[in-house]
């Protein structure tokens, strides 16, 4: 299994990084990665596409080792559109197909409604869309965001890897093994051990949410033939009847469910390579 090709894109601002799997010459597949994730979230699954697709996993502002925002700016979901946007000009990609797990499935489904001529084919593992309101927590949410300060304390500090990773497993529920090439490329090495390369601006609350309404507006701008990978049983918070809404409203969309959790595509990398394949093809 051979070893990703390390990019740095310095058109887009923020800089941003990503990890190549495959020939320059294969078609390309643009791979956005989870919220607090990074491109080793792909370091399973990238590798089985690498023979059909050249994968570039992209790392989003603020998370792996692409740029944070200058201080005094927020992460939105309009603004990693305009930055992926960027990225795939400075790749070159005119036209292209985009996968997107998590948090890189919301915004790949938003830049497909965004600039539908750009989108060969949508692949999307647990996500369609960003997060909704419905507006039972509208209020609170934006008092809290508006009232949270700037987080003062420092970042936590592992003693080694190793401890890193039995954190990670911890708090996402991911197998330690497969939380591995996600924790090691999202770490840096400082004075007494190691610490989380993300910027910490990343877990504060968002005031306002894009109401469900326009979500549903925004899908339907999607023009992409589109594939969507669900965890089964449902993740608590892409609960199924939402999201078959959501599906509903995509012209040219195919729901498949794979039993597991919610990084299928490191759980499962055979099955969610299947998959992927069987959509890609033309």
């Known amino acids: 299994m051979s070893a990703p090709v390390e ?13 190549v799997w495959g020939d320059d010459g294969l078609p390309p597949l643009l791979a956005l990665h989870g919220w607090l994730d990074n491109a080793g979230s792909y370091a399973r699954l990238a ?3 690498a023979a059909r697709r050249q994968v570039i996993a992209l790392e989003l502002p603020g998370h792996g080792h692409s ?3 200058p201080p005094g700016l927020h992460y939105h979901f309009v603004d990693y559109v305009r930055s992926v946007l960027a990225a795939a000009d400075a790749l070159g990609l005119e036209r292209f197909d985009l996968l997107g797990h998590s948090l890189g499935a919301g915004i790949a489904a938003l830049l497909a409604a965004a600039a539908p001529g750009r989108i060969r084919k949508l692949l999307l593992i647990e996500g369609l869309g960003p997060l909704g309101d419905d507006g039972t927590h509208t209020l609170q949410r934006f008092r809290d965001g508006i009232a949270a300060a700037p987080n003062g304390k420092g970042l936590r500090v592992f003693r080694d890897v190793e401890q890193a990773i039995a954190a990670r497993a911890i708090a996402g529920g991911l197998r330690a093994e497969l939380a591995r090439p996600i924790v090691e490329r999202g770490l840096a090495e400082v004075a007494d051990g190691w610490c989380w390369r993300s910027d910490p601006r990343l877990t504060r609350t968002s005031p306002l949410r894009i109401a469900e309404t326009q979500v549903h507006a925004l899908l339907r701008g999607i023009e992409a033939p589109t594939a969507l990978l669900l965890a089964e049983p449902a993740t608590s918070y892409l609960p199924s009847a939402p999201m078959m809404r959501r599906a509903d409203g995509v012209a040219d969309i195919a729901v498949s469910h794979l039993h597991g959790g919610h990084h299928l595509h490191l759980e499962h990398p055979q099955a969610v390579a299947a998959w992927a394949l069987a959509h890609l093809a033309p």
Do not use: K, T
């Open 7 to 19: 990019r740095a894109l310095e058109g887009p601002a923020p800089a941003l990084r990503a990890l």
């Open 47 to 49: 590798p089985l596409l």
């Open 67 to 69: 740029e944070h925002l």
